[in-house]
Each structure stands twice: as C-alpha cells, then as structure tokens.
C-alpha cells in the first residue's frame, strides 16, 4: 500500500466491538481478567493499551520498520533508548543537536557513566576519528536543529557498524514522509510525535521505531520498567494526526520553499538554512535520501537587536516553542530552544543571537511572506 494509505489505515481497523472507524480512546488504568493467566492481551495500562498499540503498529509501518513503542515524550524516547547502554559506554553525537538531548547527555548521563563525544558528522572523516573501542552508539539529527545541516545516514550507518555500534536517527525535522533512516542502514529511528506527526500543538510525545526484534523486546522492557508510556488521549491525538500527515507534509514543503526562496531574495537577510534551496551545502545530498525539504529554515538577521525587532513585529507567526505545526511558529534558537548550550558553543555551531527559525506552517503562503515582509521593514 502507499504511505497515504497506510498512514490512515494501518493500526487502524474499525473497533471489533462497535464497528467505529476510529481508533476509541481506551480510557482505562487496567483490564478484568476472565480466570487466573487468561485476558484478552492486555492486562495493565502501564505495559500495554489498546490505543497506544494501534499508534506504535501505524508508526512501524510508516518508518519501514517492525516495531514501533511510543512514550510520553520525545525527550522520554530518547532516554529510553540511552538506557539500552551501561556504565563505560561511549557515544558519538552530532554536534549540532537539539538543547534538550544535549542537557540529557550532558547534565545526566554523563553523571552515569557514559561519556559521550560531538563532532560534525557531515564530515566523515571526523566521525570515523571519532569512535573509541568502547563506542556503542552514534547519534545524529539530519537535518539539524537549527542550522539544516545534513548527515549522510548511510555513509553514517556503515561507519558506526563498522566499529560495532549502533546508528540512532531522530527523525523529527522529515517525518517518515520524506526520509526513512532505516532504509538507509540506520538501527533506530526517534520522533518527537508532539511535532508533525501530531501536527496539530495539542498533545506531547515521543516515539521510538526499530527492526531488530531483540532490540525491541529490550526496549519494550524499559519502556514498561520506567513506564515514561504515552497515554491514551494522546495516543490518539497522533492517530488522529497521522491521518493527514502526507497532505500535510506536502504543503509544509511547498510553503517552506516559497518563504525560503523569499527571504534568500530580501536585501535584509543574510543567510537562509534550507535545504531545499540550490545554495545549501548538502542540497545535493538531501535530494538523495530525502523525498522533499520540508518546512522548517532559519535565517540570520545580523544582531540580537535585529532578531528581537522582528519577533515583535510579526503577526500571522507565532512566536513559540515547538514545531510542526500546521500554523506558522517562529522563534529564536539562542535564547528558547537552545538555551542550554553554552553560548561560546553556540557561536561555534552557527546559532548566533542574531538567528531565528521558522517552523513553516500550511496557512495560505502569501500571507506568511507578507507578515515576515512587513516584520523585515522593521530592521
């Protein structure tokens, strides 16, 4: 079947009990058991419902893989997946990742014992330097948060098999509409399903999708031991959104373009991160293992000031946390989403104070180039 198809049917079969189309919301903490070591596959919401199930089932398939297992939030996905390590474990990360995964690495699981090492994996000579004998796992973003830079994920994927290690992609930025890491050779793929997956900034959550049927018992196991398990509303919001995700995604990319391809024009923007444009440097790459550029860009406005002007000058974009939305949310990496990394750092990486980013949503696109028109005539 294709993906559209997919999208709204896997997982979800009209309920055997009523015939509702729609997936119920499985509102309930445990489940009666008919005699002693005899139920009907479920037993305690903690380890398993209804709704959660038809959700990881529709994301496997999404993803191309075979076992999906969905948390209550993205940052839960990838702590869950970071407990598959021990004490002594070594890992190699992009170093452009989102400031949330990198106050877990730093601020926490390095008080546990694993050390962890950042390094530009668009190049590939320094992520082969970078593995230690004790290297268990790379971890990339592609594209990354907020620069756009792209990780070549096969390339990525046999380095780190190479060395015995395992290739973890967060996949949020493409969604599985247009990229699948696993396609690519990588092990395991995270989402933050609060993003485009939801679509919709009602519901936080996170998902982590494999092949490995070991792999996937082990996580399963951490999953209910530390039960940081998506809840049943929220389950369901992702269905709901999932539903509409290829239409969506279609007009984030189509919208995206046309306000990347605007501001790379304006005389007052410096520099435009999108993949999708011919300048970008991995443009030629992305159009390799990627379907479409999608709808997230940042921009460079040339100072603090400027950025802070139009932040307030906006109207239609919303100035917020989050992303993947189908409204338009802008925002300034240095001080909101990135704030955790410190600022030499950030300097470093690209993340100036005078950069913003947008999160392109699916209003009609004229009206968003004329809000950031207006917003720009402001510096």
């Known amino acids: ?29 445990t489940f009666v058991q008919e005699e002693l070591g005899k139920h009907k596959g479920y037993e305690y919401a903690r380890t398993s419902n209804p709704t959660r199930a038809a959700l990881e089932r529709n994301l496997a398939r999404l993803e191309g893989g075979k076992f999906g297992l969905a948390f209550a939030s993205g940052m839960a996905a990838i702590n869950a997946m970071m407990s598959l390590f021990k004490p002594g474990d070594h890992v ?5 990742l989102y400031g949330g995964t990198f106050r ?39 594209p990354t948060n907020p620069v756009m830079e792209i990780t070549d994920i ?3 994927a046999s380095l780190a098999h190479h060395h015995r290690a395992l290739l973890a992609v967060d996949n949020t930025f493409m969604s599985p509409y247009f990229q699948r890491p696993l396609a690519f050779g990588a092990d395991i793929v ?29 996580l399963k196991f951490i999953q209910n031991a530390a039960g940081a398990v998506l809840g049943p509303m929220d389950s369901w919001l992702v269905l709901r959104g999932v539903k509409t995700l290829s239409v969506r995604m279609r ?27 011919p300048t970008h440097p991995q443009h030629e790459l992305a159009k390799k293992q990627m379907t479409g550029f999608g709808g997230m860009l940042s921009f460079e406005t040339g100072s603090l000031e400027n950025a802070k002007r ?5 109207r239609l974009c919303s100035l917020a946390e989050s992303l993947g939305g189908v409204e338009t949310l802008i925002s300034h990496p240095a001080t909101m989403t990135h704030a955790s990394v410190p600022p030499d750092d950030r300097r470093r990486l690209g993340i100036t104070d005078g950069l913003v980013r947008i999160s392109v949503g699916i209003e009609d696109v004229e009206d968003l180039i004329a809000d950031l028109e207006h917003a720009l005539a402001m510096l």
Do not use: C, W
Request: no cysteine.
């Open 1 to 29: 079947m294709g993906f559209a198809t997919d999208a709204i049917h896997v997982g979800q079969e009209p309920d055997p009990a009523t015939g509702a189309i729609i997936v119920p919301i499985y509102q309930t903490s």
């Open 251 to 277: 007009q984030h990319n189509e919208n995206g373009m046309a306000v990347a391809e605007f501001l790379a024009r304006h005389p007052k923007v410096k520099n435009v991160h999108y993949p999708g444009l």
């Open 190 to 218: 995270l989402h933050s399903t609060t993003k485009y997956l939801n679509g919709h900034s009602d519901g936080v959550g996170g998902a982590v999708i494999v092949s490995d049927g070991a792999l996937a018992e082990r």
């Open 104 to 142: 877990l690495f730093e601020h926490m699981l390095k008080g546990s014992g694993l050390s962890f090492s950042y390094v530009d994996t668009t190049d590939l000579d320094s992520l082969e330097r970078a593995f230690q004998p004790n290297t268990r796992l790379t971890y990339i973003e592609t």
């Open 310 to 314: 139009l932040l307030k000058a906006v």
């Open 92 to 96: 190699v990360a992009g170093h452009h």
């Open 154 to 156: 096969a390339a990525a």
